[in-house]
């Protein structure tokens, strides 16, 4: 069975894959503090509680966007699974589509990984909305290239800027509006309105902006945690793929032939 791995600098998501079916994901908060041997004991258990064995693991591959991180998965690899990480973007795992941006070393392996698995699933041009600590639009043409996109403060950062910067405020949860008014009558309505109907109309208007500029016509895939969220509050969404990364991730060590 192939561990992908995709460290984000909010959550890391550890999920097995059985050939190309997933059998299950667990997701813990990024530490990079966290050691091999800690990392080793939350996720066997886990894993014990869904019948896979240590032995069962005969693969390993890893998208990071924080660096601390990548020893500790190494010796979470090779001292409890006997084997040797592939790493996204690396070596076996190397891109192997065009990266058609001023700087390709600097994108990250997980939009990286998201263009590899939107165009192996979605035909035609695409813009691939990955919602995470922030919020990441990617434009990948017909011929699986990459062409490049925006990076937008998170929905939480938001949040947390609003709240963090203001001396009465409280803290809400992120979730959709009561009602369909924009009109708050309480500061915490108020509040949700102008985070989550504001950042709807970002996205509807980024997107807008891409197409126009891409000039054909476009499909939208939506991934990450609130992904789910949103597509029930935009139309602007052709597709709510909620595991691409990790999906790109097994797709990225198959190619390699590590799974």
Known sequence: MLLAID????????AMFDGENMRTR???ATDPRRTGDEYAVWLIQLMQIEGIERADVTAMI???????????????????????????????AAWDFEIDVDEPRSLGADRAVNALAAHAKYPG???VIDFGTA??????????????GIIAPGINLSLDALVNNTAKLPRIAIEAPRSNSVTGRNTEDQML?????????MM??????????IGRPARVIATGGL????????DIFDEVDGDLTLQGLAMLARRAGAA
């Open 7 to 14: 460290v984000g600098n909010t959550n890391v998501v550890f």
């Open 26 to 28: 667990w997701r813990i």
């Open 62 to 92: 890893v998208s990071s966007v924080v660096p601390r991180t990548r020893h500790n998965l190494e010796v979470l690899a090779q001292k409890y699974f006997g084997v040797t990480p592939l790493f996204a973007g690396e070596g076996a």
């Open 125 to 127: 041009d695409l813009i």
């Open 135 to 148: 919020t990441t639009f990617d434009v990948v043409d017909s011929g699986g290239a990459y062409k490049g």
């Open 193 to 201: 309105i102008g985070v989550f109907w504001g950042y709807v109309a």
């Open 204 to 213: 509807e208007g980024l997107v807008a902006r891409l197409k126009a500029e």
């Open 227 to 234: 992904a789910v969220l949103f597509g029930a509050h935009s």
